[in-house]
């Protein structure tokens, strides 16, 4: 992790990365729930690389890879992201080389609790693409995804603490499970958002990032935090609670 000014003290435990100074802080989980405190932060342009924490295991995936004679190595990586997904236990990370992975049938599904999918080089996220949509299913906590683009939406029907960070999603990310989770999107370009979720003490963070499109609050039980966010589209609040501070530019809000 690198500052960018001194006076911070940066702390690593149990999954948690916390930036803090002597007035602010700011959580970034990766692994488990995950929270931003509206009231207690700091914006993360100071952040300039990420550290992940540690997982039980890493799985490689390579487009020239091999998914019947891969064992998901460096050496012997596999080929396709669902592969890599479907043999996964919990607590993993896949990491993802440069190159296209589209999806068969179109939608990759997230069963197991902690999975991370990330681009091994956060400078060339728009070269490491995911095409296709990514279901978390209900009931799973804890997904990440770092430094890939994705041509397709995120659809968290689970626990609700996704955290995507650096990431370039064309879809939209669709937070409607059943579950209070605490969601996370920071320094990432998002289609859309739909917060949508009947949970009590359902909420989604998203700090320093673009919405490219609209921005959609219509459960009386959800918080939506637009932190640092440079532009959004038009945003429909029907219900809910939305908080909105230094947000340069909202194309509507009704």
């Known amino acids: 992790l690198q500052l960018g000014t001194s006076g911070h003290k940066l702390t690593v435990a149990a999954g948690v990365l916390n930036l ?3 007035a602010d802080a700011l959580t970034v989980r990766l692994n488990g729930a995950s929270a931003v405190n509206p009231k207690d932060y700091v914006t993360l342009d100071q952040l300039t690389t990420l550290t992940i924490p540690p997982y039980d295991q890493t799985l490689i995936v390579d487009p020239s890879g091999d998914d019947g004679t891969g064992d998901g190595s460096i050496a012997k990586p596999y080929a396709t992201v669902e592969f890599a997904v479907s043999v996964a236990p919990a607590n993993t990370l896949i990491l993802l080389y440069k190159g296209s992975y589209t999806i068969a049938g179109g939608t990759l599904n997230i069963a197991v609790d902690n ?3 990330a681009g091994f080089n956060p400078k060339c996220k728009q070269h490491t693409v995911i095409i296709g949509d990514i279901q978390i299913v209900g009931g799973v906590t804890g997904f990440a ?21 650096g990431a370039n999603l064309n879809g939209q990310i669709v937070q409607d499970g059943g579950a209070a989770g605490a969601g996370e ?27 490219l499109g609209a921005v959609t609050l219509s459960q009386a039980n959800h918080t939506l935090h637009l932190l640092d966010v440079s532009h959004t589209g038009a945003i429909t609040h029907s219900a809910g609670t939305l908080v909105m501070d230094k947000v340069n530019s909202v194309e509507g809000l009704s």
């Not at 995804?145 to 960070?165: E, H, K, P, Q, S």
């Not at 990432?188 to 990032?209: E, F, H, M, T």
Request: proline share 2%; net charge negative; charged share 15%.
């Open 145 to 165: 995804l770092l430094n890939v683009a994705v041509n397709g939406n995120v659809l968290d029907g689970g626990d609700g603490n996704t955290c995507i960070f």
């Open 115 to 117: 999975i991370a999918i």
């Open 20 to 22: 803090r100074d002597e």
């Open 185 to 211: 999107i920071a320094e990432s370009d998002i289609g859309a958002i739909v917060a949508n979720s009947p949970a009590v003490g359902a909420s989604l963070a998203v700090v320093n990032s673009n919405v």
